[in-house]
Each structure stands twice: as structure tokens, then as C-alpha cells.
């Protein structure tokens, strides 16, 4: 760490750069003082971007996005909690650099947001303090402290000012100034439960891209000629908007449509568009590809002082509430005025300051004339404008950072102008009317939030025990968010995380509490022991378990009823919908996140108040189909998932089935039960891996062979196999109706010639050998000069297609074909593997093979190598355009986009619903569903669904009703099953006629079984041992007094206790 301190008349600048080959480059002398320089590279001396560092953020920004925001310095003014945020934010990004800058002292209600700062820094500079752990977020950024004041000759040295704990005076005055000079200004402020953010970015700001989302694609059917010519697409969804601009591509016959464009297109239906006049064009034939072209936009902003009275500028975000965010654009004005005035914020709980602010307000709004003053609101914001709450600067701090990135990118649509938000529904019902001493500063490191909550809720947040599920980007923030709020920082508390997973590099740009140094370590670990470092009190224990059905052991009926509520950080549907019945199960709230690039959501699960996360309703039609996979690919993405598949069969299953059969002697029995279509062909990869390329099968013995098999794939794959689909389907060929075969999304292939003077033909070739060889223990190499003299003496087999083989031309033929079963000459061939593999001489051999993971983030294990490889060459045989190794990495990878900013919004929404759940509310008007878009500044804040109710035998029941029984009452016995079938009847009047544990029937009317136990009956029936760790059986009743066609069911949940 290189770190320099210069006094200087009025400041103190302070310069830090991580990086160990920064180096001094200037000393600067202004009228504020000197500030030392180090170079500091976010980018390669070539000007490549670190994609490792930046991974998922380029699939949100993309490069050009990234290249423009290297060569911005941006500065941030304030640095309490609310300028930390933006500051990690900004930084973890990618700017050029950034400046913090802040002339006060840390005090005690500081500590309560701000998360580089500690007890030990009181009454030291926050900008100095905070500087050391700034600076060690991203090595790439420049990172200095300035604790002078804010001056027209700093703002001079920086494209992009943000100003936070400003005063309005202040706001003006560097308004006007950075408005007159093209300096992008962003105002942001927090006051308790409410924020504020202002954008302005100057007279003629240029949006290169407006929502950041890939562009369009859609295949074209057909297309009329006409004075609004139209156009029909595929069997898929166009995609398109009213008012899109598309260009046309690959179109025969229309051919005047090809290049021509941009052309504004008037959606008609989901398969249809209007363009402009096609009647002087020749007649459509076939084909064609439509495109959305993204066009640039300039946008136009006014100054603070012009914009603080256009309500037009005003963005809602919660529909609820329009009227109270009117009023807050007057009463954070009004504030201000008071502050100004009294030379202080309004006093904790006063009622008189509340009275002052409220009658400044309503003067200002005889000029405003606002149709409905939130007085309420008002007072509100006054009783906890002293407050400073973590999750309302992570909100607010999320995105204010996102428009910093805006205004140093060009991409994304700005903030225009105004945007005001609150969380005053967290305050209980009356609270606000209250005051209480207990609301005073006590000198805790909790002053900030027990000036909002008081004391005693601040004694509640300690006493929760809470589950975080995920310690990745999510997670972190929220246990961030936890250290500084205190949730389980008492005595009773405790927070326990899990997370399965290990820090990799890509993860360092989003997930703030990990560096360098802490790769390949657990998640869960590492994020524990720095939460702890932010607040010693921390309760908090790590595991590094995958949350599911095999863990129960570790999270099973006690952890649950232990715990006052869950946090989920999870990243895949599956495990969410999984903790959701968990939670259910056990009568728990859950508070969920997740975020997709600049998009974010959040729902809160409150126990029968509130619909849960559900189940997992996702369905199939993203799904790519079969024959389309195998034949007929006409986007970059079929060829990707295909090149996977390749990866997948090629050099994990075949490899593990082989290892399979050496170990086990029932595998090849197993194979065949399966009565499968594929069983041949699993078979008969096993006999060919063990058998040596000189008796016919595929194992090599040496390199060479390795470069051999490549080549021979590859005439596979992208000659011979396109050859025998021509064969079988000739470019001129129709359907029964007369169309082309080779029409709409199936595109008619060409083979290809090997050419080792081609770039990508070599490619596949060295990345297959060198994973051939691995899967077999047989060392490579990348030197292409010694891979071609091998390839000149490769054999490559001649080929002639065949008319017996059949090709389906869909999905339905092929289910067809499946459902006749495997024909005499299959069976025969099975049986000859069958044959083969009883062979002595097979098992006999030490061989063992190594199965390859597939591992997207390391560049050396030729893994993406083979997939960009192995898509672009099939894309080049069906005139697809290629795609890149980043696109290509995103696709096969299956890399959620994820950003800093989206991030931190989210977790600070999610920690908004804590507190309304650490008080316990009931009124669901008062929690929040949120989906937001950071793009494009979109935001949808409602109130949860109530949880769907439904019939049984004639009652009402909802989702969290359940019959909950003691099996051992009274540490008796426990019960029989004829006994809980009595207690059901006379408890609830219903009779059970069925009874089911999982998909077991465990009782349909056997009289016999009544006496037994209800764990015997499951023991006996299920046969299966009922582990020692479970102590609730959740049972499925059916009773007599149902109706046929009732289809949701109330669970019987058997305490085993």
C-alpha cells in the first residue's frame, strides 16, 4: 500500500492505491493544498478491461460502458453512512478514481451506517479513516481523502460531484456551478425513514443506451406487400414495442428490406408488426432476420435551483404514496430552512420543532398549492431526522452510485430529476405521536437508529436469532446491514449464515466483504469474521452447508423453533421455493431478494398475513427443444447449449459412467433396465473409452492419438453430420403442404472444410485434445506448431451419407419414435455390448478416468476454449453469427449479471421489512413487495398478497393452517394411528379416510394398522428407518367429508417429541 499525507493550508489530502505497482506520478498544487497522484491502472497497458475482476458486472455495463467510466474521477462529498455507500458502490464499479472528501469527526451516531468506521476512530476524521478500507475494495481505482471544504477548484478536477450531507445553500451554489461547466451533479440525502436524490447532467447529456437490455432478435415468416407492409414472424414471440426501430437482414426476395433502416415498426400482435410501405418491393420469398437497433438520445436537465420548483420532475415510486412525496420535495426544503435557522436538526420526538418544520411547509405550499399536504408525513420527518439507519442509506446509496455510473458511461436512462422515497410505515402505530427519553443519545454505537426506534426496540434487534441462507453478493449486504443495525448483537441473539460456496476472483467486484486474499476460503467464514470486525457484538456463527433435504440433520425442527426469522440470499429458485416450505413448515417470516443485472426484487413472508414465495411455477417454454438442439439451431444460444452438452457428454458423463461400470456390477444390468433409446449409445461410449484406438475404440495411449481424436470430431460434427442432414433433407426439399423445408427458424447448413490455417478450426482442436487427454491422465499442449505437424499425419475416415438414417424432423416425431421402443437391430446391438463389456479384460485394466466439472472462470483449463470453439463453428455452419468468448461465457456459463449497486438497494429494501418484522406488525398494508430497475429508474413498491384461501370439507383454510399434533402428550406414549384418526374427529369434526407421508399411503381404511404407532405405520410402510433428527412428520390427510374436485390440501404436522 502506498499512502502519502500532505498538509497543505486548508486540507489535508490524502492519496491511496492498493496496488503494489502504483507509482508516484505528479504532485498537484491548488489553493486548497498539494494532492499526490499514483498511477493506478484499471485497465491492461493494451486497454483491456480485467475481466476476471469485473466479470459479472461487464454483462450488466459491457465494455464500452466500462472503457468510458476508466477515465472518469468522480467526487463524493460526505462521509457518514450514506457517502460510504455511494463511495463502495462507485468504487467497486470501476472508475477511473474517486475522492472522498469530508471535513468532520467521526461521532457515535456515524456508527449506526457508517461501516469503515469504528469506536476507535470517534473523534477522528471520517474521510481519513474510511480511506484505507476504500482504497483495498477494487486494486483498478484511484482512491484519495480530502478533509478540506468542497471548493470550485475541487469540483474543477472531476467529471461527476456528489454531494451528500449538504446543505440546500450549498446545493445551489455547486448546482449552478457544475451545471455551467458540464460537471454532473448528483444530490443525494437520508433523514431517518426518508431520502432524497437529484440528478443533473447538464444542458445536452447523451444516453448511449437507454435500458442496457439486449437487443431484440426475431426470425421472419413472411411479409405482405402493401402501403403498410407487415410483417409475420415465427412461432415465437417478436418481442417488440410500439415505436422499436428494426433493421432487416437475410431476407430473399424483399431484398430492398435487407440494410436499409432504421425502420419504426407499429406492434400489431405478439407475431406481427406494420412497417412502411413494401408495395414497390419485390415479393417476399423466404427468410429474413428482424433486429431492434438501439439509437442514441440526448436528454436535457435543469439546474437544482430551476428544478426545485418543476413537480413534472418529480419520479413516484410507490403509487400509495404520490401525495407524501410531493410533500417531502417541500418539507426536505423546509428542513433545510430550519436548519439554517436553529443551527441544528429538530430535537428527537419534539413536538414543538415539529410544529416549526410543519408551519414552514404549509407556507411554502401556499405558493406551491399542493392538492393534499401529508402533514402526518411531515411530523414524521421531523421526529426522526436525527436518525441515520443503515438500510435506508443502502437503498438510497445503491442508487445514487448507479447514477454516477450513468453519468460516467452514457449507458442506462438518468434519473430525471427528482426522486423522494420513505419508509415511515416501519414506525408503529403511534409511535410517532410519542415522546420518549428512551429515543435520546445514549453513546452507543446504535444512536443513529435508536433516535428513529427507541431503546427498547433497539433491546429487541439484539435478542433475534435469525438464519441468512447465502453469504455471496446479497448476502453480504445484508450482514452488513445486520452488524450495523445489531440484529443478534445481545446476549440472547445469534445469527447463523451458510453458505456452501468458496471466494473465487470474479466475486471481489459485488461481494464487498471479501479481497484478494481471502480466495478460495469459505463465504460463509470470511463474511462472518468481517461483520465482526464492523461490530465486535456480533453474535454470528458460519456453516458451510447446502441448505436441502440432506441437512435437515443440521436445520431441522429445533433450529427452526429456535429462530425468530429467516433471510434468503440464494441465487437459484429451487433452493428459495425449498427454505420457503421450511419456513412455512415452521411458522417462520422470510424476507427474500434478488437481482438480475439492474433489475431487483424483494418480498417479505409474514406467517398468515401474507402469501409465501410459493412454489416453483416456472415453466418449460424457455426450454430449447431437442430437434432444435440436434438439427435445426437458429440462434447463438442453441449452439452455445449444444457446445455444453458436448462438454458435458464428451468429458463428464462418459468419463463418470465408465468409472461407473469399473466399480460396479450392476451398472451395465442398470443400463439396460432402463429400456432406453440411449442405452446403446451409453454403453457403447463405456466399450469405446476402454478400448484402445487400435482394436476399434477410442482410448488413446499417447498425445497424439488425443490430437487424432480432435480432428476426427470435428469431422464429425461439422462436416460428415451436416453432409447426412442435407442427405436427408436437400436444400430444395418441401414439406407435405408444399413449403420449403428450409424455411422460417430452420436454416439450411453448408459443411465445413478443415483448414488448420483457420483460427477457430485450431482452436477446437486444441482445447478437445487437451481435454481428452485429461479425462485419460495424458499431458498436452497449446503449442498449435506441434499440434499441426501432428494433424498433417492424421487419417481422417471418408465418409458417404446414408438413406437408412432416419433424422426427425421435430420433437414429436422423435417422442414418437421413443414410444415404439428400441427395433430388432438396437436390440441386437445391445446385446453385442453387452457381450463386449463382460469382457475380462475390461475391468481387468487399471484404468481409471477423470471426469472434468465444467469451471467457466478459469481462462487456462480450456473449458470455454472448446465451448466458443465448438458454438462458432456450429453457427458458422448454419450462417448464425458468431458470438464472442464474453457472450459466450454468459450463455454456456449461465452467469446471472450482477452489480454493487442493484445489490445494496435490495438488501437495504430487504432490511426495511426486518424492522416492520423485529416489531411485529400486522397490518399488511404496512409491508412492501418491490420490483426495481435501476436502468431505467423503475419502481414498483406494493403491498404483499394475502395468502389464497381455500376449502376443505366446507371450511376455510390458507397455506400456514395446519393440524398440529403432539404425538406424546404428556410424555406418554405416543400415539396410535387409530388414536390420531380419533383425536382428528373429535377435534376438528373431520374423518380421515386416507392418509399419505410423502407419496407413501400409509393408511386407506386398514383397520389392522390402528393399533400400531403412527411412526411404525411410516416405518413399516415407507420402509424406511425415520431418522433420529426429525421430530415432525408431515403428513398428507384426505377426509370423508371432501369434495371431489378439491385440490389443496391442510397438513397433519406429528410432533415426534
Not at 452488524?483 to 445469527?495: D, N, P, T
Request: glycine fraction near 8%.
Amino acid at each position: 500500500m502506498i499512502q502519502s499525507f500532505i498538509l497543505s493550508p486548508g486540507s489535508l489530502c490524502v492519496h491511496s492505491c492498493s496496488r503494489s505497482t502504483a507509482d508516484l506520478r505528479s504532485v498537484h498544487f491548488s489553493p486548497t493544498g498539494p494532492c499526490v497522484y499514483y498511477k493506478c491502472n484499471n485497465m491492461s497497458a493494451t486497454g483491456e478491461i480485467d475481466e476476471g475482476f469485473y466479470s459479472r458486472q461487464l454483462y450488466v455495463l459491457g465494455h464500452e460502458a466500462m472503457q468510458r467510466m476508466a477515465t472518469a474521477s468522480v467526487l463524493i462529498a460526505g462521509q457518514r453512512g450514506l457517502g460510504v455507500e455511494i463511495a463502495k458502490n462507485v468504487i467497486l464499479s470501476g472508475v477511473k478514481s474517486v475522492t472522498v472528501q469530508d471535513e468532520g469527526l467521526t461521532a457515535w451516531t456515524d456508527l449506526s451506517s457508517q461501516f469503515f468506521l469504528k469506536e476507535s476512530d470517534l473523534g477522528h476524521n471520517r474521510a481519513t479513516c474510511s480511506l484505507k478500507q476504500l482504497s483495498a475494495l477494487n486494486p483498478h481505482v484511484q482512491v484519495s481523502a480530502h478533509t478540506g471544504p468542497v471548493d470550485e477548484d475541487l469540483l474543477l478536477q472531476h467529471q461527476v460531484v456528489v454531494l451528500t450531507d449538504s446543505s440546500l445553500d450549498d446545493q445551489k451554489r455547486f448546482g449552478e456551478f457544475c451545471h455551467s461547466r458540464s460537471i454532473k451533479l448528483i444530490v443525494a440525502d437520508t433523514k431517518g425513514l426518508c431520502g432524497q436524490l437529484f440528478c443533473d447532467f447538464g444542458e445536452e447529456f447523451e444516453v448511449l443506451d437507454e435500458n442496457g437490455e439486449i437487443p431484440t432478435s426475431a426470425l421472419v415468416q413472411s411479409i405482405t406487400k402493401g402501403n403498410r407492409g407487415v410483417v409475420f414472424c415465427t412461432d415465437e414471440h417478436h418481442g417488440f414495442i410500439d415505436g422499436t426501430k428494426v433493421s432487416f437482414f437475410e431476407v430473399q426476395g424483399m431484398t430492398e428490406l435487407n440494410g436499409i433502416g432504421p425502420i419504426e415498426i407499429t406492434v400489431r400482435n405478439p407475431y406481427s408488426f406494420s412497417i412502411g410501405d413494401t408495395s414497390a418491393f419485390s415479393e417476399y420469398e423466404s427468410g429474413g432476420i428482424v433486429t431492434e437497433v438501439k439509437e442514441s438520445c440526448i436528454l436535457n436537465f435543469k439546474p437544482l435551483s430551476e428544478a426545485l420548483s418543476d413537480y413534472e420532475l418529480l419520479n413516484m415510486n410507490d403509487f400509495v404514496k404520490t401525495s407524501r412525496h410531493k410533500t417531502l420535495h417541500l418539507a426536505f426544503q423546509a428542513l433545510h430552512g430550519f436548519v439554517k435557522k436553529e443551527q441544528r436538526l429538530p430535537h428527537i420526538r419534539s413536538q414543538s420543532d415539529a410544529d416549526v418544520l410543519l408551519d414552514m411547509v404549509r407556507e411554502m405550499n401556499a405558493v406551491t398549492r399542493l392538492e393534499k399536504l401529508d402533514e402526518v408525513a411531515v411530523r414524521n420527518l421531523s421526529y426522526t431526522a436525527r436518525g441515520d439507519l443503515a438500510p435506508i442509506n443502502a437503498f438510497i446509496g445503491g442508487l445514487a452510485a448507479q447514477e454516477v455510473i450513468k453519468a460516467c458511461s452514457g449507458k442506462f436512462t438518468p434519473l430525471r430529476q427528482w426522486l423522494y422515497f420513505d419508509a415511515l410505515e416501519c414506525l408503529s402505530e403511534g409511535e410517532s405521536e410519542v415522546a420518549d427519553t428512551s429515543f435520546s443519545a445514549k453513546h452507543t454505537r446504535y444512536d443513529g437508529q435508536v433516535a428513529v426506534f427507541g431503546s427498547a426496540f433497539q433491546e429487541k434487534l439484539e435478542k433475534q436469532k435469525y438464519f441468512l441462507v447465502g453469504a455471496g453478493a446479497i448476502g453480504c449486504e445484508l450482514l452488513k446491514n445486520f452488524a450495523l443495525m445489531g440484529l443478534g448483537a445481545g446476549e440472547e441473539g445469534q445469527i447463523t449464515v451458510t453458505d456452501m460456496d468458496f471466494i473465487e476472483r470474479s466475486n471481489l467486484n459485488r461481494q464487498f466483504l471479501f479481497r484478494s486474499h481471502d480466495i478460495g476460503k469459505p463465504k460463509s467464514e470470511v463474511a462472518a469474521k468481517a461483520v465482526r470486525d464492523m461490530n465486535p457484538r456480533m453474535n454470528i456463527t458460519a456453516h458451510q452447508n447446502r441448505l436441502d433435504s440432506d441437512s435437515e440433520g443440521v436445520y431441522g425442527y429445533d433450529f427452526f423453533k429456535g429462530l425468530d426469522g429467516v433471510a434468503a440470499a440464494l441465487d437459484n429458485v429451487e433452493a428459495r421455493v425449498y427454505l420457503d416450505g421450511r419456513c412455512v413448515q415452521h411458522q417462520k417470516p422470510m424476507l427474500e431478494g434478488g437481482t438480475l443485472g439492474s433489475k431487483g426484487h424483494t418480498l417479505v413472508v409474514v406467517p398468515h398475513l401474507t402469501e409465501s414465495y410459493g412454489p416453483d411455477n416456472s415453466s418449460s417454454k424457455d426450454e430449447i427443444p431437442l430437434c432444435t438442439l440436434k438439427n435445426f439451431p437458429h440462434r447463438i444460444e442453441h449452439t452455445l447449449q449444444w457446445a455444453r452438452d458436448q462438454f458435458e457428454g464428451l468429458f463428464k458423463q462418459t468419463p463418470g459412467n465408465v468409472n461407473l461400470f469399473l466399480r460396479d456390477e450392476g451398472f451395465v444390468e442398470r443400463t439396460l433396465d432402463h429400456k432406453d433409446a440411449e442405452a446403446s449409445e451409453v454403453l457403447g461410449d463405456v466399450w469405446s473409452s476402454l478400448q484402445d484406438m487400435k482394436s476399434g475404440g477410442q482410448r488413446p495411449t499417447h498425445w497424439e492419438d488425443c490430437v487424432s481424436w480432435a480432428r476426427c470430431k470435428w469431422e464429425t460434427h461439422y462436416n460428415n453430420e451436416i453432409r447426412q442432414l442435407l442427405h436427408c433433407f436437400p436444400a430444395n426439399e418441401v414439406t407435405s403442404s408444399g413449403l420449403p423445408f428450409w424455411s422460417g427458424s430452420k436454416r439450411c447448413p453448408h459443411p465445413l472444410i478443415f483448414n488448420p490455417d483457420n483460427t477457430t478450426h485450431m482452436e477446437y482442436v486444441v482445447a478437445a485434445a487437451n481435454l481428452y487427454g485429461h479425462i485419460y491422465g495424458i499431458k498436452g499442449t497449446r503449442d498449435g506448431a506441434s499440434i499441426a505437424r501432428i494433424l498433417e499425419k492424421v487419417q481422417v475416415p471418408s465418409f458417404t451419407p446414408s438413406s437408412s438414417v432416419t433424422i426427425h424432423a421435430n420433437d414429436e416425431e422423435m417422442e414418437e419414435s421413443r414410444e415404439r421402443g428400441r427395433d430388432d437391430a438396437e436390440d441386437a446391438r445391445l446385446e453385442e455390448l453387452k457381450g463386449k463389456l463382460a469382457s475380462p479384460s475390461l475391468k481387468s485394466s487399471t484404468i481409471r478416468m477423470y471426469p472434468i466439472d465444467f469451471e467457466k472462470d478459469d481462462d487456462s483449463n480450456f473449458h470455454m476454449d472448446f465451448i466458443v470453439a465448438a458454438s462458432n463453428l456450429r453457427a458458422e455452419n448454419y450462417d448464425i453469427p458468431a458470438a464472442d468468448r464474453h457472450q459466450s461465457k454468459r450463455i454456456a456459463g449461465r452467469i446471472i449479471p450482477a452489480i454493487a449497486t442493484t445489490t445494496a438497494a435490495v438488501a437495504g429494501l430487504m432490511c426495511l421489512e426486518l424492522y416492520k418484522l423485529v416489531q411485529g406488525l400486522q397490518d399488511i398494508r404496512s409491508y412492501r413487495t418491490t420490483y426495481i430497475n435501476l436502468a431505467v429508474q423503475y419502481f414498483v413498491m406494493t403491498q404483499p398478497n394475502k395468502p389464497r384461501q381455500f376449502q376443505v370439507a366446507g371450511q376455510k383454510w390458507t397455506l400456514w393452517d395446519d393440524f398440529l399434533v403432539e404425538g406424546r402428550r404428556g410424555n406418554q406414549q405416543e400415539m396410535t394411528l387409530g388414536e390420531l384418526i380419533q383425536y382428528i374427529k373429535e377435534k376438528y369434526n373431520l374423518t380421515i379416510c386416507s392418509l399419505f407421508y410423502g407419496a407413501a399411503a400409509i393408511y386407506s381404511g386398514q383397520v389392522e394398522r390402528h393399533q400400531l404407532s403412527v411412526s411404525d405405520v411410516v416405518r413399516k410402510v415407507s420402509k424406511a428407518d425415520i431418522p433420529p433428527h426429525k421430530k415432525m412428520l408431515e403428513l398428507t390427510p384426505m377426509f370423508e367429508e371432501e369434495e371431489d374436485d378439491c385440490y389443496s390440501v391442510v397438513f397433519i404436522r406429528y410432533l415426534l417429541l
